[in-house]
């Protein structure tokens, strides 16, 4: 092959959550993929003659990675369900800035996660165990009819439970293998450390998580089976005490001990990914919790004590309740480590940090609700809606019937408490907003005046992101309480007994509400389900909510084995690989980021080598690193992380924002830019677009120009000219370069 002369720059382009696909990132369709696969490629246009300089010194490529986090629609739907697991992942990143809460937040936060995996066993043994095994054949009703559920009639107890406990062992395999699927099918890239940026957030183009994933599936599949044996355990003490029962409860509570104490010791856990000298202690609990339940599935089925038919699964309640209440212990203790850890700085923000506490409530929440839920649709199922008495003889447990209480009132305060923050900020907002619009459209005529009220009313809308955090407290707090409440189901006492007495509210109006709560967990599980398929339908849909998605996989799973991968771990040494191998082929590099783009753009900057970063360029738009990552992870982005990315592209750095944009905006300050030799350069960094950039319809035109939001801005001439701006800057900082290697 001859010899090709390499082009002068490199605009590579980084899509964010809003990607319709990589014609519309380059802007001019067909293209061509020139590395990597069909989750996470490189692209470049066929035709070179569109490229911006007529001479062709710039040549536009796009890396496409939006099936990292999400993938395909059937990916997607699965993932809804591992959204408690995500949110508790999120959590433990969310942690204060204080170096002396990382080790005490990751111990509580994984200790939270091992909760959510015992959780996740127990509402599949309430339905396999609870209704199915130990209630439903009490109830001819509940037989009639159903060919597979006959056979359960006149069986021992402890054969049904044997069997029937195949279910959450299945169920626990099913997780545990999902987990296993190769989180890395590439060959990562992985510059030297001495030349990577020491900075926390520099660490994600570094992670190779797998080890610590291995580390922590092992364990939580050893609770997740003990978890199933305390509950056999637990119904086979009511037919009397054995010397063999106790001995199998002892280690059960030994190996649930060890599991806890093992996520608590950062050395042995935290290690480094080339570490594995320990990594055998964590499968040994794994293969010993197996054997385990298959030792105690067999002594409960060989048992010859009559069982106690009556009531409930014994046990059961007190077992869930005993959770709820561990739970409640753990977010008292982690608001109270956050607290301890704030930020006490003159001018900090003492509350930064607390995302951690409100997210980790979150995921406590929302398991339980999902658990509650599944647990009350299959008694629904199984009772064919007979009166009570004539169906099955006791129910779902008391402590769900106290979530779904609990995420009701949660759920209904804060939207209440919403509403008042949007009602007593309103004023304000539109102030602020009526501000901006006067000043970018001072000179707009009358018949403007509708236009004018919907771009106020935009960047009002967009303003409302910063009240989020306070509302976010008030859900922690009133999570944190409604899984406290459970603790009465101990007593016996249902919510509408106890409202009744203390608050004088009819039961009938509680009773009605848990109804509803249960209506409105079904219909948040079927608007999450249809989400993933809209998602990946409508462009606008999953631009609102793909974000959020992306926020939660861009960090590694550090907190719970089970969550969705981090896509993070592969896009940033990729990107990291490309930009290195081109700026060695003789190119100079103009790396743009749009939305979380932008994140991994930055991230890649970090990970650049000296020399390399000289010849890079960074331009941002829609960026949501200073208005979401800086205050929901205080201790990874700051202000002397965003500074190191400047230093490190030598202030060849444009970031553009709108005021009408929900999520991205300024990384620095909002103020008008200054020059680069003011001393401080990073108030050159961030330019202000006005958005709309008319209120009026342009001449040859009927509509006005749109209000652009979140949406890229590649099309627009101010992208353009601040890129054409990089790259004046970018070469002739460069000076005489090299020629390009030849190309065999």
């Known amino acids: 092959m001859t010899a090709q002369p390499s082009p002068d720059v490199v605009e590579l382009r980084v899509h964010g959550a809003s990607i319709g696909g990589i014609p519309d990132v380059l802007d001019l369709p067909p293209v061509d993929q020139v590395a990597g696969d069909r989750s ?99 109830s001819p009703r509940c037989l009639a009819g159903r060919s597979w559920l006959s056979w359960l009639q006149g069986r021992p107890v402890g054969l049904r439970l044997g069997v029937l406990a ?63 044996d305390v509950t056999l ?81 014994p046990g059961y309640d007190a077992i869930l309740t005993g959770l709820f209440v561990t739970q409640t212990a753990l977010l008292a203790g982690l608001g109270v480590e956050l607290l ?12 930064l940090g607390l995302g951690t506490l409100a997210t980790a409530a979150a995921a406590i929440t929302v398991a339980g609700a999902f658990s509650s839920e599944l647990v009350y649709r299959v008694a629904d199922f199984l009772d064919r809606n007979l009166p009570t008495g004539e169906g099955i003889a006791t129910g779902p447990s008391r402590a769900y019937t106290w979530t779904i209480f609990g995420f009701f009132r949660t759920l209904l305060i804060t939207l209440v408490v919403a509403a008042l923050v949007v009602l007593v900020s309103r004023r304000a907002r539109y102030r602020a907003a009526a501000a901006i619009v006067g000043r970018d459209h001072p000179d ?22 910063e009240k989020l955090i306070p509302l976010g407290a008030v859900f922690a707090f009133l999570a944190g309480g409604a899984t406290a409440t459970t603790t009465l189901g101990m007593l016996d ?64 799973r550090a907190a719970h084995p089970f969550a969705p991968p981090c896509y993070a771990e592969r896009a940033v040494p990729e990107l990291t690989r490309r930009v290195t191998y081109l700026v060695g082929a003789g190119n100079a590099v103009l790396l743009t980021g749009h939305s979380h783009g932008s994140v991994l753009a930055a991230a890649t900057v970090l990970q650049l080598p000296p020399h390399v970063g000289r010849r890079v360029a960074l331009l941002t738009h829609g960026s949501p690193l200073r208005r979401l990552y800086a205050r929901l992870f205080p201790a990874y982005v700051d202000d002397e992380v965003l500074r190191d990315i400047g230093d490190r592209v030598g202030w060849r750095w444009v970031n553009l924002w709108r005021d009408t944009d929900p999520f991205g905006g300024a990384v620095f300050t909002g103020h008008p830019p200054a020059p680069v030799d003011t001393g401080r350069p990073e108030l050159s960094v961030d330019r202000r677009l006005r958005d709309p950039v008319d209120v009026v319809a342009p001449p040859g035109d009927s509509v006005p120009p749109p209000i652009q939001g979140h949406r890229p801005c590649e099309s627009d001439p101010r992208f353009v000219a601040a890129a054409e701006e990089l790259i004046a800057r970018l070469v002739g900082s460069q000076g005489t370069r090299p020629p390009a290697p030849p190309v065999s």
């Open 233 to 313: 355990l637990a119904a086979r003490l009511s037919a009397g005490l054995s010397t063999a029962t106790v001995a199998l409860l002892v280690v059960t509570g030994t190996l649930l001990t060890a599991c806890a104490v093992l996520l608590c010791t950062p050395p042995l856990i935290d290690r480094a990914a080339t570490d594995r000298r320990l990594d055998r202690l964590p499968r040994a609990l794994r293969t010993t919790a197996v054997v385990l339940t298959v030792v105690v599935t067999g002594h409960v089925v060989a048992s010859p004590s009559s069982w106690p038919e009556a009531g409930g699964l």
């Open 340 to 351: 301890r850890c704030r930020d006490r700085r003159p001018g900090g923000t003492p509350f």
């Open 444 to 465: 707009a005529p009358p018949g403007a005046e509708p236009r004018l009220r919907q771009v106020r009313r935009a960047v009002a809308r967009a303003r409302f992101t």
């Open 40 to 138: 996470g490629g490189f692209y470049r246009r066929r035709d070179r003659r569109g490229d911006r300089d007529a001479d062709g010194r710039v040549t536009l490529e796009a890396y496409r990675w939006g099936d990292l986090p999400s993938g395909t629609v059937t990916r997607t739907l699965s993932l809804v369900f591992l959204l408690p697991f995500m949110l508790v992942n999120v959590a433990i990143w969310m942690r204060p800035a204080n170096p002396g809460s990382a080790a005490s937040v990751r111990s509580l936060c994984r200790l939270l996660a091992l909760t959510l995996t015992a959780l996740y066993v127990l509402a599949v043994a309430g339905v396999a165990l609870d209704l199915v095994a130990w209630s439903c054949p009490t």
């Open 166 to 228: 195949l279910i959450p062992a299945a169920a626990t395999a099913g997780i545990w293998w999902a987990s296993t699927r190769p989180g890395r099918v590439f060959e990562a890239f992985r510059p030297p450390e001495a030349e990577v940026s020491d900075s926390r957030l520099a660490a994600v183009g570094q992670w190779d998580a797998e080890p610590l994933v291995g580390r922590l599936r092992s364990l939580h599949v050893a609770v997740a089976f003990a978890t199933l």
């Open 493 to 556: 006492l249902m919510p509408g007994d106890v409202v009744e007495q203390f608050a004088r509210v009819p039961a009938g109006v509680i009773t009605f509400a848990i109804a509803a709560g249960s209506w409105v967990i079904a219909g948040i599980i079927v608007g999450l389900l249809l989400g993933g398929i809209f998602a990946h339908r409508t462009l606008e849909f999953r631009r609102h909510v793909g974000i959020l998605w992306d926020l939660g996989t861009f960090w590694p």
